[in-house]
């Protein structure tokens, strides 16, 4: 029956969200903590799939909305007020609006040309933040940034197991939105533009108007990230705007197998753990991270997720989209 499919990935769906509940219960905080991390950063290369996987637009410049909105989060919270509901509206807006100026100048090109614009205009913005001292703090970034307060609900997101819960129910509600978008005729639309731009133009597709759209919907899910990782992080600098940013995304895709949507989660994952479990031990994480990255394209070139899916066939949540490769045209 052609129901059954979709109940089981329902089935499947569901306890991956029960399980995501799970670490607060049984974890000391120090995990609980590496897991939030996981969370946000998995939505980061989310974000960063829709444009890579789904529509072929290679951005390298990807953390400029992460870090758009986490310090909207930063100077709202620390100048307006501590104001949960308004932050989010605030940063969200902000990072939508930077995206709808920056998608009418990059989306005039593509290819490395696209790459290196996407670049430039990130490391625009991380110029400002690393000048502009009076409004973001300069290189020592805006400090001491409070755990969101969400009265009148009687939960507070001050305790790191308080703080996953909230996070986790934002990874969930953001999964759900971004696998009905993929799974959505415009989804289906994006798959087509990645193979063949001009064959969608012949078919009536308005190209462009797809890219732009992707483009700021991509940007408001790595806003996501970022007002949840300044709230995880105390603190909002520079660096959440560089390019170091934009590649460990980039690689979370590249690791986890774009196109998938669930491919970056395991990529978030791999580079968070590598980052802060390995880096206790050896300052050559990095080193590591390289070696998994050679044996993922020798052994896995599709991406973590697809080998996982050809090994536990149960576990196919979402069919792949047909992603072409994994080098940039």
Do not use: C
């Not at 971004?178 to 798959?191: K, V």
């Not at 753990?273 to 080193?287: A, D, K, S």
């Not at 020798?298 to 899916?309: C, Q, S, T, V």
Request: proline share 5%; aromatic share 14%; hydrophobic share 55%.
């Amino acid at each position: 029956m052609t129901w059954l499919p979709w109940v089981r990935r329902v089935g499947w769906a569901g306890l991956a969200a029960l399980l995501l509940l799970v670490p607060p219960l049984v974890l000391p905080s120090f995990y609980v903590n590496l897991a939030t991390k996981v969370l946000i950063f998995a939505i980061l290369a989310m974000s960063l799939d829709l444009l890579l996987g789904y529509t072929g637009l290679w951005s390298f410049g990807h953390a400029a909305f992460f870090g758009v909105a986490a310090y909207a989060v930063g100077l709202f919270t620390l100048r307006v007020q501590n104001n949960f509901a308004l932050a989010i509206l605030v940063s969200l807006g902000a990072t939508a609006l930077v995206a709808a100026v920056f998608g009418l100048l990059v989306l005039r090109t593509r290819g490395v040309y696209f790459m290196m614009l996407t670049l430039a205009l990130a490391q625009v913005l991380w110029g400002v933040a690393f000048k502009w001292r009076s409004v973001t703090g300069g290189d020592d970034g805006l400090p001491a940034i409070p755990r969101p307060d969400l009265s009148p609900l009687p939960f507070k997101a001050v305790t790191s197991a308080d703080f996953y819960v909230l996070t986790a129910v934002v990874f969930i509600l953001v999964t759900v939105l971004m696998f009905l978008i993929t799974r959505s005729p415009f989804g289906h639309s994006l798959e087509g533009i990645r193979e063949n731009e001009v064959r969608m133009s012949a078919l009536g597709y308005n190209v462009w108007l797809h890219g732009y759209l992707v483009y700021i919907l991509s940007a408001v899910f790595a806003g996501v990230a970022g007002l949840l990782f300044v709230y995880y992080n105390g603190i909002v600098s520079p660096t959440d705007l560089s390019v170091v940013r934009s590649a460990e995304a980039l690689l979370m895709v590249v690791l986890g197998g774009g196109g998938t949507l669930f491919g970056p989660i395991f990529g978030a994952l791999v580079v968070v753990l590598l980052q802060n479990l390995v880096g206790i031990y050896t300052e050559r994480w990095l080193t590591i991270l390289g070696l998994v990255y050679v044996l993922t394209v020798l052994f896995a070139p599709r991406g973590i997720y697809d080998a996982i899916r050809r090994r536990f066939p149960l576990a196919r949540l979402q069919p792949r989209a047909r992603y072409a490769s994994s080098h940039p045209e």
